[in-house]
């Protein structure tokens, strides 16, 4: 059996690190992985395939940065290519960016079946590029793994229900317990900066509702600089972020910026962290996978279990002194001891389905 993942963006590669891993030890199974481009700094991509033990990609269709529509076309015509070229069983998609959308709907019109990982998910906000690729790679496959039941339950409100919908938790869970420990041995990350265990605030941005709408991108950067006066941030800058805020002449004053750290230093500075600001989808689930209260920068999420066990709040960026006082306020508070995703073996689960009835 032949599985074409179509992987691009920096999240996916995480998430795919779980599947590949697991792919590679089942005779008879061959996964070809597609890396679209989207993308392409080392500290954005390679970083991610050396430090996972991800196997280089067999196709790298180099399509980088564009508007959402010639990204997505040019994206859309070099994987049908591939897919007539490979012929795979199986189109695997991870998650909610344009390479997953282009991987679903060139393989949907050549009646190839598609299974997408992290199926389900809504933010009921259709202004967000992420809703609208989720919802059409949703309504285009065939096996729908979702991380949650509310997630399987928005599926079924949109008539999507039956065999083909498996609840299996969530592969960012057994990428995390894999992690875990070797963040915590190998990373020097900590020590790098300068930080003691607990001792800081870690914090990510690069949603488009943030990075452009300027006045919500200078109330972040604003608030997290007058946090520092009190805890120390840290700020791995993700490149579009770090574009606009430039462009915009923004002063980051005494937080620290770093550029986008590889993913054993992420783990241990979410690990060792008082608290997470962030408006990352995966940055929310880690924070609570290592148990750190993490404050998201945004008017809703996806992830609204996490609201409910107390781990996350949702936070405006109307101003900074909102900023300022949403993070401070949320400083030492902890949620519930519940476990929201799985039991860490989504990925065994997937492969299960995908190989079939035995
Ligand atoms: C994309 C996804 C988003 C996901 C995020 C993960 C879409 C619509 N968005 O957003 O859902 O949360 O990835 O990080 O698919 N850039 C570089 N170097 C790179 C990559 C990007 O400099 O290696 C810069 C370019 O200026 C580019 C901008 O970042 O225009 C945005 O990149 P893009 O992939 O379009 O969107 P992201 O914001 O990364
Ligand atoms: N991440 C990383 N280095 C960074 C920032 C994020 O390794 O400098 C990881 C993070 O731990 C998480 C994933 O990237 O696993 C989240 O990706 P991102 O925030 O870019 O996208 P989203 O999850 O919002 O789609």
Not at 79 to 106: C, F, H, M
Not at 235 to 246: D, F, Q
Not at 291 to 296: E, L
Request: hydrophobic content about 40%; some cysteine; charged content about 20%.
């Amino acid at each position: 059996m032949k599985i074409l993942t179509v992987v691009g963006a920096r999240p996916q590669f995480i998430k795919a690190s779980a599947l590949s891993s697991a792919l590679g030890a089942v005779p008879g199974i061959q996964e070809v992985l597609v890396h679209t481009g989207q993308h392409y700094d080392a500290n954005m991509s390679d970083v991610f395939f050396e430090e996972l033990g991800i196997p280089a990609p067999a196709y790298h269709l180099g399509i980088g940065s564009a508007t959402h529509g010639v990204q997505t076309g040019e994206m859309l015509g070099a994987i049908e290519k591939v897919i007539q070229e490979e012929r795979p069983d199986w189109l695997l998609v991870y998650g909610d960016t344009n390479s997953t959308v282009a991987g679903a709907l060139a393989a949907s019109k050549l009646h190839v079946p598609v299974a997408h990982v992290e199926a389900g998910l809504r933010s009921f906000n259709k202004k967000m590029p992420e809703e609208i690729n989720r919802i059409l790679t949703d309504h285009v496959s065939d096996a729908l793994f979702v991380p949650t039941s509310s997630a399987a339950e928005h599926l079924r409100r949109e008539g999507i229900f039956g065999p083909q919908v498996h609840l299996v938790g969530d592969v960012m869970y057994d990428v995390a317990l894999n992690m875990a420990e070797r963040a915590r041995e190998r990373s020097p990350v900590l020590g790098d900066l300068g930080l003691t265990e607990g001792g800081y605030i870690l914090s990510t941005v690069h949603r488009a509702e943030n990075t452009d709408q300027p006045e919500r991108l200078r109330a972040i950067i604003e608030g997290l600089r007058a946090v520092t006066r009190q805890t120390p941030v840290v700020l791995p800058l993700h490149p579009r972020t770090k574009r606009i805020a430039l462009e915009m002449g923004l002063e980051f004053g005494d937080i620290r910026v770093v550029a986008p750290v590889g993913y054993l230093d992420m783990v241990r500075l979410e690990q060792g962290a008082a608290l997470i600001a962030t408006d990352s989808g995966g940055v929310q689930k880690e924070a609570y996978f290592y148990r750190v209260p993490c404050v998201t920068l945004r008017d809703e999420t996806e992830w609204t279990e996490l609201l409910e066990a107390g781990w996350n709040t949702l936070l405006t960026p109307a101003s900074a002194e909102q900023v300022e006082g949403g993070i401070v306020s949320r400083l030492g508070q902890r949620g519930q001891d519940v476990a929201l995703y799985g039991t860490g073996d989504a990925a065994r689960q997937i492969l299960q389905v995908l190989r079939g009835p035995a």
